[in-house]
Structures are given as C-alpha cells and as structure tokens.
C-alpha cells in the first residue's frame, strides 16, 4: 500500500509561483507513473502532468505546458510540482497520485492511489 502526502498549496497572487510537493511511503514508487491532478469546483478532474518512473517522460497538460515543471527524486520517494506564472484558472484542489505499478501510459494510468490534496488558490 502506498499513502501519498501533498505540501505547499496556498492563496497566492496572479503571477506568483508555488512549489507543490508529495512524499510518498509505504514503499517505493521509483518504477510507478506520478502525476498531478486538480479539480476545481463544478469541473472535472485533470491531470495537469505526469512523470515515469525514470523521471525520462514527462506530459503536461495544454493550459500548464512552459509555466508547470514535474520532478521526482526516487531516493527520497517524493514527486514535486513547480508552478510559475499562476493565473486564476490555475485554481484548484491538487492532487497527488500514483499509477499502478504496471502501468506504462502515464497518461492513461491507471492511478490507484491518491493523496488527500492539496488547496492551490490564485487571486487576479
């Protein structure tokens, strides 16, 4: 079983940065897809980006591509999700999540465990 923690949301102005963070435990997730999700109110849930195990592949979603970078450092079991030039419609729950171990899509997941999020807030 793998439990997930987030860190780092916050209320922040249009144009600032957050640094999102998710430490994992349980056991490794060093060959486990991990993406971040977010759903705001009224709206689906997305995946903003993903990573592979290797860290070699990584997809970001269309609105957060050149403004979002995802990193994992598998020596530490964590996933981080920097986030520059914030807008308003950056806000969201985010969620930290990884993929069934046998997963080799990291966009199509499956994505069997989740953390309990993390509240991003961008005023204009």
């Known amino acids: 079983q793998v439990q997930l923690v987030e860190s780092g949301g916050g209320l922040v102005q249009a144009g600032d940065s957050l640094r999102l963070s998710c430490a994992a435990s349980g056991r490794s997730v060093s060959s486990n897809c991990m993406g971040w999700f977010r759903q705001a109110p009224g709206k689906e849930r997305e995946l903003v980006a993903g990573i592979s195990g290797s860290g070699r592949t990584r997809y970001y979603a269309e609105s957060v591509k050149g403004r979002f970078t995802i990193s994992r450092d598998n020596a530490r079991n964590t996933v981080v999700l920097q986030m520059n030039t914030l807008k308003p419609e950056d806000t969201a729950l985010y969620y930290c999540?990884?993929?069934?171990?046998?997963?080799?899509?990291?966009?199509?997941?499956?994505?069997?465990?989740w953390g309990q999020g993390t509240q991003v807030t961008v005023s204009s």
């Open positions: 999540a990884a993929a069934n171990v046998r997963t080799w899509d990291c966009v199509a997941g499956p994505y069997d465990y």
